[in-house]
């Protein structure tokens, strides 16, 4: 197995261009306004996207691996009409941030979003992760507690490694988007990922995790006793049929180690939650972000 690049980068001019034409389309075409807003860290420099309200509680959306502000075409809007959103191009990933640096670990991984925080000039956050992003949310509640006012973690990738049976999922849903709708309806059932019936959405995002080679740090599962630091008020939304972990059993778990979290599994999804059951995720997020803000 090749070793993992140290910087992230275009597999090619060709497939850059490719990405990057899909990518720009797709912010341009967004349902809400979109400022383009760029964060010098010492990682590189990161884009975010700034819309919603003018005050309030920022929210930060981080994606899953492979990743980026494309992923929340249908969460921007709703909850920016309470919040201020920010929507991040993770460094080490598709997108239009670009890398400098290495990030070499969890260390690391920390630290830039701290410095994203700073760069905002926003002391505290609303999380929203999903997947690879919910793992990164989990890791500023344990090591920068104090920046994180709360979060919403749709199907985090927290609790195991990613099996081959996730990524033949990965791989089908890939496939599945650039079927002709039948076959696409028919895969969607199958693979618990209504979002593939919904190619032109999330297709350039899509793309980006063949076309760039990542360089983020591998996902770590947390053990009891890092979870059981968390105090940071922490709503849950598991896909019932997700590949990445037995949602039950870590519902289970997660009871047991982390019993002020608020867990849920969601019947009849899988992993990407995200994308493919907005109207439930969405008002869960804003409901959540309300209740602690009552505190």
Not at 33 to 41: F, G, I, Q, R, S
Not at 169 to 191: F, K, M, N
Not at 215 to 225: G, R, Y
């Amino acid at each position: 197995m090749a070793d993992r690049p140290r910087i992230g980068r275009f597999r090619n001019d060709k497939a850059q261009k490719q990405f990057l034409t899909g990518y720009d389309a797709a912010i341009r075409d967004w349902p809400v306004p979109l400022k383009p807003l760029d964060v010098a860290t010492s990682y590189g420099t990161t884009r975010l996207y700034r819309t919603g309200a003018a005050e309030g509680v920022p929210v930060v959306f981080l994606p899953g691996m492979g990743g980026n502000t494309l992923g929340w075409i249908h969460s921007s809007g709703p909850i920016g009409a309470a919040h201020p959103v920010y929507l991040v191009d993770p460094i080490g990933g598709a997108g239009r941030s670009v890398q400098t640096r290495p990030l070499e670990g969890t260390d690391d991984l920390t630290s830039w979003l701290a410095q994203i925080l700073d760069g905002i000039g926003s002391p505290a956050v609303y999380l929203v992760g999903f997947s690879y992003g919910g793992w990164q949310a989990l890791l500023a509640a344990i090591r920068i507690p104090e920046r994180v006012t709360g979060m919403t973690l749709l199907d985090p990738a927290a609790f195991r490694r990613a099996t081959l049976r996730h990524h033949a999922w990965a791989l089908a849903c890939g496939i599945g988007l650039h079927c002709r709708p039948s076959i696409r309806r028919h895969l969607a059932r199958r693979l618990h990922s209504d979002s593939i019936n919904r190619p032109d959405d999330i297709m350039a995002a899509i793309a980006g995790t063949y076309l760039f080679e990542q360089a983020l740090p591998p996902m770590e599962p947390l053990t009891d006793e890092e979870l059981a630091t968390i105090t940071t008020p922490t709503l849950m939304l598991f896909g019932a049929h997700s590949t990445m972990h037995d949602s039950a059993a870590v519902s289970q778990r997660l009871a047991r180690v982390m019993p002020a979290a608020e867990v849920e599994l969601v019947p009849g999804t899988g992993h990407s939650i995200a994308l493919d059951v907005p109207d439930l995720v969405n008002p869960r997020i804003l409901e959540h972000a309300a209740r602690i803000a009552r505190r």
